[in-house]
Structures are given as C-alpha cells and as structure tokens.
C-alpha cells in the first residue's frame, strides 16, 4: 500500500520540528557541560567513559547508515519491514540513543551522558507518537499488523527477516552517513573545551560523577 501524497508534508513538518528541538536540546546541554567537569579530573573511569563514547558514535553513524540503505526514499510510500525494520520498527532512532549517549560520555561524565540520552530519548519519542499517528493513518490495517509483530524500540533479534536483494539508493544513504558523522565533530569539541576549562578561559561552576 503506498502512501497519499497530500498527508506527507504533514510528516515532514514534524520532522523538521523534531530536528530543530534536539538541536535546541543539544546546545543547552553542550552549554551546561562546558562549565561542568567530571569528579576527579582524568581519572581511568574519565578516560573509559570518553572510549565507550568514542565507540558508540562510530556504532551509532554505521548502523544509522545501514539502516537508510532499507528505509531511504521508502519511509513515506510503504511499509519496511525487512533488515533492522524487521526486529525494532524504528532502528535509525536507536542506533541515535547510542550515538547521544556517546557524545555525552565525550565529557568524561557518566551524569552528562545520562543527560543527553534523556533528551534524545524524550524528543524522538515524542517524534514517534506522531510518525506512528501518521503511519497508522496512512497504510491502516497493513501498519497495525506490523506494530503488533515488531518492538517500538527494543530490538527483538528472533523476529529477524530480510529479502535476497535490496534496492540502494546512494543520495539517502550518503546523507544518513554525514547526519551520522556529524557526530565525529563532539570529540574535538569537547576535547577544546576540557583545554579551555584547564587553561582558565572557560569557568567550571560544577563536578559532576
């Protein structure tokens, strides 16, 4: 069943909403961490945390990447329901939890990873219930019978199926790889500002674990 074209600017709108409130998000926390400093300074735990960081971006913008190659172009004409669509209906957000997570754990601080993962989770939650509105409307019955066999969010490895061939549409998969590697830009980032606090340009109001 394929999509109305009237109904898809709806879609668009909320997820050009969706994108302007994680961006406002985002830079609220990133001021906050920038007067703040993990307990101890760098400490193993500071170091550990900046390589699991480190490690769930690189996770984060491979399997956003991975998961445009199914969902690219299609998300607002049919129902995809094979690959990572078919364990989690929405892949291209979780893999963006662990990717949030990461860049807060940049900091060193396990508090200011929390932080960002929670704001993650609340935008893109809010963003889905209004998807899920649309989607519901759109393509009825045959979205109903997905939900019912398919995890929102927590991925069900045994409900895994996926097709012989896979249609690739590189212009949707390169942009979902540079959304992704936007990400990459938190290390240096938040490397300038740990300089910045030691060297006593930047304040540091707050230590948190």
């Known amino acids: 069943m394929t999509a109305s074209t009237s109904s898809v600017p709806n879609l668009r709108r909320v997820q050009r909403i969706r994108k302007g409130v994680l961006l406002i998000a985002l830079l609220a926390v990133l001021a906050f961490a920038a007067v703040t400093r993990s307990l101890g300074g760098e400490t193993l735990v500071h170091e550990g945390l900046e390589a699991i960081g480190l490690a769930l971006i690189a996770i984060c913008v491979i399997g956003r990447a991975w998961c445009s190659l199914y969902i690219g172009g299609r998300k607002k004409a ?95 998969f390169l942009r979902t790889l540079l959304d992704g590697a936007v990400m990459v830009i938190a290390y240096p980032l938040f490397e300038s500002i740990e300089y910045l606090q030691d060297i006593g340009w930047i304040r540091i109001l707050l230590s948190l674990p």
């Open 78 to 172: 049919e129902i995809v329901d094979r690959g990572p669509y078919s364990i989690t209906r929405n892949p291209l957000y979780v893999f963006s939890f662990m990717g949030a997570f990461g860049m807060g754990a940049l900091t060193g601080s396990a508090t200011i990873a929390v932080l960002f993962l929670v704001i993650a989770v609340a935008v893109f939650a809010a963003t889905v219930r209004r998807e899920e509105a649309w989607l519901r409307s759109t393509f009825g019955d045959a979205y109903e019978a997905y939900t019912a066999r398919t995890p929102r969010f927590w991925p069900d490895l045994s409900r895994w199926r996926d097709g012989e061939t896979l249609e690739v549409r590189p212009a949707f």
